[in-house]
């Protein structure tokens, strides 16, 4: 279902998809999971504050609720790679007329399609880093991460890819997703990449 919901609404959708065991089991998935309390899958969290649980049927419907949902912040992306080295830049704004806000910026390398097997699984969890800023309204904050990609990612250069989003600076959820942005996605990541500047929807999902 997470797969047809990429596929129908694009980057106002980005999943990510936390395993906790097995090939793509990692423990930047299991911190994720804990931050939500969960131990079972597949489970559903979207924007970090609506829990949709285990039934998938509602899913879209869940997710089309969330369609209209304003935000004041914005993020762009900027990677660039030296070898298995991934550098990456996010520039986290909150516009003008904005509230300002203390936020939780996560920057998350993920890899598509992997496993292999079922072919639903979309953008698993790698690594993932995170730090806390204070953005004003108006102004804007830089975010550095930097990672050394896996082999294995590095070999598929078409789906591996960034994900960053700000999200209220919480120990457990529910915690509010402000805004997502995702790079680097079905084409190698370069220097000199920027993608998705303003995705107006804060879409964090926590696909289990």
């Known amino acids: 279902m997470v797969n047809d919901l990429f596929e129908a609404y694009g980057d106002n959708f980005i999943p990510i998809f936390c395993h906790l065991g097995g090939e793509a089991g990692s423990g930047g998935a299991s911190s994720r999971a804990n931050f939500y309390e969960l131990r079972y899958t597949p489970y559903l969290w979207l924007n970090g504050v609506d829990d949709a649980g285990y039934d998938y049927s509602q899913w879209e419907r869940d997710l089309a609720a969330h369609q209209g949902q304003e935000t004041d912040v914005t993020i762009d992306i900027l990677t660039k790679t030296e070898g298995p080295l991934l550098r990456v830049s996010a520039t986290v704004c909150i516009e003008d007329g ?110 289990w």
Do not use: H, K
Not at 111 to 131: C, G
Not at 151 to 178: C, I, K, S, T
Not at 182 to 191: C, L, T
């Open 98 to 207: 904005g509230v300002g806000r203390d936020m939780r910026i996560y920057i998350a390398q993920v890899l598509d399609n992997f496993p292999e097997s079922p072919t639903y699984y979309r953008n698993a969890l790698r690594q993932v880093q995170n730090e806390v800023v204070t953005v004003e309204a108006g102004q804007c904050v830089e975010v550095p991460g930097i990672m050394v990609l896996p082999d294995l990612d590095l070999g598929r250069p078409e789906d591996y890819g960034v994900v960053v989003w700000a999200q209220e600076p919480l120990a457990n959820a529910p915690a509010e997703v402000f805004q997502a942005a995702i790079g680097g996605r079905r084409r190698p990541i370069s220097q000199d990449s920027l993608t998705d500047p303003e995705i107006r929807e804060s879409n964090e999902t926590q696909g």
